[in-house]
């Protein structure tokens, strides 16, 4: 049986138990939304404060040059790095998911021509379908087929015809972890380049897109990574697949931008994925989000948000009248992100009279109540 005591005790003796200090959080409230909106940390709002007040209003147009905004994307995507266990130069913060999921995917299919399905999960987060079917009505049937799968089928699925697969690291849903390396190497051993959408499990999970061989991979930063509402998005790129042309061409991308050239000349490296000029008070927001993660490693992160999930689970289970609930998250740590799923008759005001009661939850269609942990 859990209780308020014992929750008291975990609580005095978790070596993060400071962290909570960094941000600002309502005293009246329970937040356990942080995988649809991180809170806002002490970091961020004294940055924007600075950008705004000093460097934008004192500075004007010479902070392009005076604070480097002009390679914000690359440095963020530098931050971004070692949380994504990427190499610096193969992360860039820009746009958004789905725009970044288009970049990815328009690459794959050229690097692996003449091959041309995109092989995506049933149960996908419905933006990553969207980019898919529409970059497939862009291209035609001819140069661009979707396929979709069950996960679970995915190992008895004939990939020989496979151009790129897109799948979720975490179901936005559900809250199951997927192997990464397995299914990762599953796609090469049939000659299928992958892309992951680690927008559930960046800033809570231990990621090695490195060590796992990852081709591509995009997220967004507004959620357990803290950057604030609608904040930018970011897309892996390994360098080896670096060189490939893109789809989406911008001058922020050219080899020389301010030359304005009549011709697009892609830069080298990653930066030939940016197109427009970027928000810099946003790029200001995520870098002050990301250093939080410098004084912390992201395996205790991961120990905690574990820790945190089996407690409530405990403490569910031994709660009467909860027999009716169906949980959807699975009890293996090797499965589990970091939120509970719940699947509850009336879903919808239950998840409403918890927020009522000062627990901020989040609600899924159809009766799916979620809990995220961080």
Not at 238 to 249: E, G, K, P, T
Not at 307 to 316: E, I, N, W, Y
Request: charged share 20%; hydrophobic share 40%.
């Amino acid at each position: 049986m859990t209780t308020w005591k014992a929750s008291a005790e975990l609580d005095a003796a978790d070596p993060l138990n400071q962290l909570r200090l960094q941000f600002v959080l309502p005293t009246d409230k329970i937040y356990l939304d942080g995988n649809s909106l991180g809170p806002l940390s002490r970091n961020v709002r004294e940055h924007l404060t600075l950008v705004t007040n000093e460097h934008w209003a004192d500075d004007l147009i010479a902070g392009w040059n005076t604070h480097n905004w002009i390679d914000l994307p690359l440095e963020v995507g530098n931050q971004l790095a070692p949380i994504l266990g990427a190499q610096v130069g193969e992360v860039l913060c820009c746009d958004n998911l789905s725009i970044n999921l288009f970049k990815c995917l328009a690459a794959a299919l050229e690097l692996n021509a003449p091959r041309r399905k995109i092989l995506t999960e049933a149960n996908h987060f419905p933006t990553d379908n969207y980019i898919a079917h529409g970059l497939s009505q862009l291209l035609g049937g001819s140069r661009c087929e979707i396929q979709h799968v069950a996960l679970e089928d995915l190992e008895h699925t004939d990939l020989h015809e496979v151009a790129v697969i897109s799948l979720s690291h975490v179901n936005f849903k559900t809250g199951e972890l997927r192997d990464m390396e397995r299914i990762t190497q599953q796609a090469h051993d049939a000659g299928c380049l992958i892309v992951w959408d680690v927008a559930h499990s960046a800033g809570v999970v231990d990621i090695d897109l490195t060590q796992h061989n990852v081709d591509m991979a995009v997220g967004c930063t507004y959620k357990f990574l803290n950057a604030g509402p609608g904040a930018p998005g970011f897309l892996f790129m390994a360098q080896r697949h670096q060189h490939v042309s893109v789809a989406l061409q911008g001058w922020m991308g050219h080899a020389n931008g301010f030359g304005f050239e009549s011709h697009y000349r892609p830069a080298e490296g990653i930066t030939r994925f940016l197109t427009g000029t970027q928000s810099v008070l946003a790029m200001a927001a995520v870098s002050a989000a990301l250093s939080v993660f410098e004084s912390v490693s992201l395996s205790d992160i991961r120990q905690k948000s574990l820790a945190l999930t089996d407690h409530f689970l405990a403490h569910l289970a031994s709660t009467e009248g909860t027999r009716s609930i169906k949980i959807l998250t699975p009890y293996d740590h090797a499965d589990r992100g970091s939120q509970i799923s719940l699947s509850i008759a009336y879903g919808y005001p239950v998840s409403q009279a918890l927020i009522d009661r000062g627990v901020v939850v989040d609600f899924r269609e159809p009766d799916i109540v979620r809990f995220g942990f961080s």
